[in-house]
């Protein structure tokens, strides 16, 4: 199983490193190679790349609009909350 990390670079990532083989959004097992992500917010755990943003959307609305603002220095990074 290869993760991708969702970061300026895709960072692979060993199965062991992360200790769970399922999305703790939608409680589906990863693929073979999968883009996952964790929340910036909480200590949700791993997530699909899509399912973080609907998680991030729906539970931390208000937090992502601080974050936004606070990085408002660095736009490549915001791409992250649309
Ligand atoms: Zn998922
Ligand atoms: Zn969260």
């Known amino acids: 199983m290869i993760l991708l990390w ?7 990532l060993a199965d062991f490193d992360i200790g769970l083989d399922r ?3 939608c409680k589906k ?5 999968d883009f996952v992500i964790s ?3 909480c200590d949700n755990g791993i997530m ?21 603002n606070s990085n408002k220095d ?3 990074q915001l ?3 649309f």
């Open 29 to 33: 097992t990863f693929h073979r190679i």
């Open 23 to 25: 999305c703790s959004y």
């Open 74 to 76: 660095r736009p490549q």
């Open 39 to 41: 929340c910036g917010f």
């Open 48 to 68: 699909h790349d899509s399912c973080a943003n609907k998680h991030i959307l729906s539970e931390h609305n208000k937090q992502r609009e601080t974050k936004i």
């Open 6 to 12: 969702r970061d300026a670079w895709f960072k692979p």
């Open 79 to 81: 791409s992250y909350f």
